[in-house]
C-alpha cells in the first residue's frame, strides 16, 4: 500500500509544517499546490492516497478544489486546513465531501519535533482505512501526542470500532 500526499496551501510555511508531519509518519509526498486549481490539477496529476486542502487561497479556493476532486474521484481523502474558525464554512466543507478538517496553525510537538497532531491523526486515519497497523510504536506522553491518542479514539467511537494499535494503548 502506498502512502502519498498532496499539500495544498497558499502559506509556505503551513506546507512545510505538513510536509515534516507526514514525512515524520511514514507518508511520500508527492506534490504540492498554492491554490484551489493547482490542487485539482495535481490531484489529478498525482493521485494521492490523502491530501491536505486549504480553505481560502487565491485564484481559486479550497472548496472550489474540494467540489471538483470529489466529482472526479468521490473515495478521495481530503483535511480542509483552514485559519477560519467558522463552523458554517467548516461543515459546509464536510457536507461538500471533506473528509475531516482542522484549524491552523497547529502548535509543535516539543519531544518530537515537528508534528500537527491533528494532521498525524488524519494520516493515521488514512491508514486504517487501508487495513495497517498504527504506525507510532512508542507515543511519548506530552500533550501533543495524547492530543493525537484523543483524535484517533474519538474516530474509533465515530465508525462504532475499538481503536487499536500502539496510540490506543499509550
Known sequence: ?????????????????????????????????????????????????????????????GIYALENIRAEFPDARILMVSAIDQTSVLKDALRKGATDFIIKPSSRCAEQGCMMPAVQAFLLRCEKEQGLPCPISKPCHCIECRDVRRVVEQWSDVQGKPADGAMAKA
Open 1 to 61: 500500500m502506498s502512502k502519498r500526499l498532496l499539500v495544498t496551501d497558499d502559506a509556505m510555511i503551513i506546507r512545510e509544517m505538513i510536509k515534516e508531519t507526514a514525512i515524520a509518519s511514514g507518508w511520500e509526498v508527492v506534490g504540492e499546490a498554492d491554490n484551489g486549481h493547482a490542487a485539482l490539477e495535481a490531484f489529478r496529476k498525482f493521485r494521492p492516497d490523502a491530501m491536505t486542502l486549504d480553505i481560502v487561497m487565491p485564484d481559486y479556493d
